[in-house]
């Protein structure tokens, strides 16, 4: 037999099914009044500050320890001379005396406003947290919020003049003004 009829002999008596023109709404419609509420909490949503750094489950490193991390796609020569401080510093922040809560609000508005600055290299100074009750507490979390925040490049330990190991040398993406400064300084 040949696959033809192989195939007319399994289907014999299999009728078509019926095809049903009608729409099928997957949501109902909403109406206007429940629009207005979602956009107003939309709205809300995006005016409000929303700080997403972890505070808990945070690795401890110790206070005189290196920290640092580059994300893929950075060149190894970029964080090499970021690692050697040779790039020039145009922000910093000292977050000395404060509290995880207080250190966690700073770091974000330190990046966001540096950001608006067009600032690409920027110092963090968390100290080592030596003689308080959990040494290097400071320098974890910074060392984790680092890693989470996009706009962060690649970050690593200062020199001794800039700090050591109680700093951090940070990297951030170019804002798309630099992007364009860039295209056309070096476009000929």
Request: glycine share 6%.
């Amino acid at each position: 037999m040949a696959d033809d009829e192989l195939f007319q002999n399994e289907m014999e008596g299999v009728k078509p099914l019926k095809q049903d023109n009608k729409n099928v709404l997957l949501r109902p419609a909403k109406d206007q009044a429940n629009k207005a509420l979602l956009r107003d909490h939309a709205e809300h949503e995006k005016k409000a500050d929303v700080n997403f750094l972890d505070l808990e489950n945070i690795l401890l490193v110790d206070p005189g320890e290196i920290i640092g991390n580059k994300k893929p796609g950075v060149q190894n020569g970029v964080y090499k001379k970021l690692r050697q401080g040779k790039y020039p510093s145009e922000n910093h922040l000292d977050l000395h005396k404060t509290t995880v809560k207080q250190a966690q609000k700073l770091v974000m508005s330190f990046i966001k406003d540096s950001r608006k600055k067009n600032h690409r290299c920027i110092i963090i100074t968390h100290g080592k947290g030596v003689h308080s009750k959990t040494p290097g507490r400071i320098k974890s979390h910074v060392n984790h919020w680092l890693q989470q925040i996009p706009e962060v490049l690649a970050f690593h330990s200062a020199l001794a003049k800039d700090g050591g190991s109680g700093a951090v040398y940070v990297l951030l993406k170019k804002t798309e003004t630099k992007k364009q400064e860039n295209r056309e300084t070096y476009n000929r």
